[in-house]
């Protein structure tokens, strides 16, 4: 059953948001790439979202990775980053119904992104 938040019984599901997994962090700066972003706990953590979810009336969030995403260097980088990236989101995802991962595609390995 999706939680809800709000007095009017409708749920609010927020769409946009994102998070990026300790572990894809830790392979960008083995590749020596910085995106010039803070990311503080809200970025790492669904704990820390949920009292802002709680605080804002959101009921569920689909999260998904942002740039500079998993097609940084080479194809077989990009199959790298999505399974580090697409795994950690499951991870963190299972038995939480509050939250809904959305899969990162290599999309500069064609073939493995349809896989």
Do not use: W
């Not at 999505?82 to 064609?110: H, Q, Y």
């Amino acid at each position: 059953m999706i939680p809800n938040n709000g007095s009017d019984g409708i749920s609010r599901i927020d769409c946009h948001t994102h998070l990026f997994p300790k572990k894809y962090l830790s392979e960008l700066r083995k590749m020596n790439i910085h995106f010039g972003q803070a990311v503080d706990d809200r970025f790492q953590s669904l704990e820390k979202r949920t009292g802002d979810m709680d605080k804002a009336g959101i009921d569920r969030q689909v999260i998904s990775l942002t740039v500079p995403g998993v097609d940084v260097s080479t194809p077989e980088t990009a199959v790298h980053l999505s399974k580090i990236v697409n795994d950690e989101l499951v991870s963190l995802t299972a038995g939480n119904e509050r939250f809904i991962a959305l899969a990162s595609l290599p999309m500069l390995s064609p073939e493995d992104a349809v896989e």
